[in-house]
């Protein structure tokens, strides 16, 4: 239950879900070396930039978890509420990115959605333009390790709400 600062109002949401388990206990190694990899794969990058790739693979992919971990980050890292909020239909609101920006979230969507097939070479040419050999291949690794990070939590159902900014760096 939670009390509306507002009202007084008390509304009874639904329970939070139980985890099925905890990667980071049952598999120690596997969690440490993911860990390292992130962060490996974010050296370089824009923190900002950072945040909105990870929270757009992490809508595309359904993660609750992570979306909670990474609007909570980007959000402490001075990014603004609108161009969060915006993201899911970055498409219709390009002017709220960089050209930069959105060469990053195309290449992010395509990446995390490779059923569609492989990462069109439009999509990586516009990239290119923008990042620099070295940025691009750290930005490759990011989308890898957010989706790999995407797909721990939502396999062991992860409960998202409990994030402190910072807390896993």
């Known amino acids: 239950m939670t009390t509306n600062e507002n009202t007084s109002a008390t509304t009874a949401y639904a329970p939070e879900h139980t985890p099925r388990l905890e990667m980071a206990k ?67 609101s390009r002017h709220f990115y960089t050209e930069k920006e959105i060469a990053a979230i195309e290449l992010t969507e395509a990446v995390t959605v490779l059923t569609d097939g492989f990462v069109p070479d439009d999509v990586y040419e516009r990239a290119a333009k923008h990042f620099e050999e070295a940025e691009l291949a750290q930005l490759i690794a990011a989308i890898t390790v957010i989706n790999a990070w995407n797909r721990f939590s939502v396999a062991t159902r992860a409960v998202p709400g409990h994030y402190t900014p910072g807390q896993y760096k």
């Not at 049952?26 to 909105?52: C, F, H, N, S, T």
Request: one cysteine or more.
């Open 26 to 92: 049952l598999a120690p190694d596997v969690y440490k070396a993911m860990v390292r990899l992130d962060a490996a794969a974010r050296q370089g990058l824009d923190p900002v930039l950072l945040e909105l790739v990870k929270i757009r693979a992490s809508q595309i992919n359904h993660c609750a978890f992570c979306l909670d971990m990474h609007t909570k980050d980007a959000l402490a890292a001075g990014e603004r509420v609108e161009r969060i909020i915006q993201l899911s239909a970055w498409e219709e």
